[in-house]
Structure formats: structure tokens, C-alpha cells
């Protein structure tokens, strides 16, 4: 009876195992070709703004903002902010209970090129914000999983030339120079790994709907000391195919 019991076992946990892997493939194929559509602030009384985002073969789970500054390089607005960033809550937060559970967290390494063009500065010295000082839910939203397509209103009407900023950051994403042990008493480091990416275009809306490519122009500081861009990108390797593709165009 024995010899025949474990047979059939070895079949069982083998249809187990060739189901368990049919059932990943199949959510990764549909996440490679899922589009996700978000809107951000479409009671503003300004331009309305496509923005196009192709995920990179890199893409897991990252941080983004998007944002608006003049030819001046002032901040006018922020299109869009992941939510963990605008609320300074992240699901996994708080371990106190034993259990991952959302709590307050500040990460001022995620996108600090953002953070310190907004030039809003707490209490603290952080430029995050915080529970009390979150950013409106009008300009945020969840981390799209994979590709996706931002409308967003800006508040008011644009100036004829303006830029649009993308910045985007990914936990974990160590390589040869950005070490776990490169700066071992920075936890802010940490939690960023490979520095935030920053994408730019300059355009304008009067252009009958041209679509604009945003160009990668560099990196952010590692762990978030100021909003500096630094145009070495020598030791970025994986973080540059976390997007393939970004483009932005005004629609009538």
C-alpha cells in the first residue's frame, strides 16, 4: 500500500508546484501589459497634462513625483506624489505589534529633489511631509504597478515654457558601488540604495499636442541631505531600467 501512496503523492505535489508557477507567470504576464490610468487634480483651473509612463525590466514597487517648475527653476506645482510620501504613512510602518502595520514614517532620501523643491520645511529640518502637513489627496495617488497614464490639471494656467520633473526611487536596489555597508551609520541611505533618478523636458502648450520625452539629467543625494540634482550617473546601473519610457503632452 505504501508504494503506491507515495507515487501518488509525488504527483499531487508536482501538480501543486506547475500550478503555483502557472499562476505567478500568468500575474506577471498580465502586470508586464496592464495599464493603469490615474487622475490628479481635475478641478484645477489650469492646462490639462498626459503623462505617459513605461515601466523598465527593473521596475518593482517604486517611489515617484511628478512636479512643475518655471524656466527659473521655481517650483510652481506637484502633478503627483505617491501617497505613502504625502501622508508620511507606509503600509509597512510599524512593527511595535510584532506584525507589519501602517504607520508614520519619514523617508527623506525617497525623492528629495521634490521634496526640497517644494521648499517646504518642517518642524524638524526634514522636508517631508508629515501626518499634519500632508500633501492634498488631489495630488496623490498609489503606486501604479506597472504602466501607466497620469492626467493631471494644474492649478492655474501654465507660463509659455515650463519644465516637467519625474523623480523616481527603489528600495533595495544595491549594486557594486551603492553597497548595503557603504554608509553604515546613514539609515536614511538605507532605505534608498541607488540614489532617486530625476527625468526633465522643457516645453510648452502651445504646440498643437506635441509629446514631449523626459530625459534622465541625473541623481539624487543618497540619503536626502539637500535637493541638489548630480549629473554622474557612472555608478547608476539597474535603477536607469526601472522606466523605459516617460513622455508628457498638454490636451485641449
Known sequence: ????????????LLVSIL???QSCRTARIATEYRTDTLFTNMKGEGDLLEIIFHRGTEHNHP???VWIEDTAD???????????IAEGVFGHGDESTGKWLPGPIRRPAALPVWAHSRGVRENDGLYMPTQETAIPDAYTGATPLAHFVLFSRTDNPLPEEFYVYFEINQT???????????????EDYKTSCQPALVYRTSMNCGDNQKSYKLELIG???????????YIDLNTITTAK?????IYVKCLP
Not at 74 to 84: C, E, G, K, M, W
Open 241 to 245: 531600467d526601472i522606466a523605459e519610457s
Open 19 to 21: 500550478f503555483i508557477y
Open 172 to 186: 533595495w536596489d544595491w549594486n557594486n558601488h551603492w553597497t548595503n555597508n557603504k554608509y553604515p551609520d546613514d
Open 1 to 12: 500500500m505504501k508504494t503506491k501512496i507515495i507515487p501518488i503523492l509525488l504527483v499531487c
Open 74 to 84: 521655481r517650483y510652481i506645482q506637484t502633478l503627483y506624489v505617491a501617497q505613502s
Open 63 to 65: 517611489l515617484m513625483a
Open 219 to 229: 541623481h539624487s543625494h543618497y540619503s536626502g541631505d539637500n535637493g541638489e540634482i
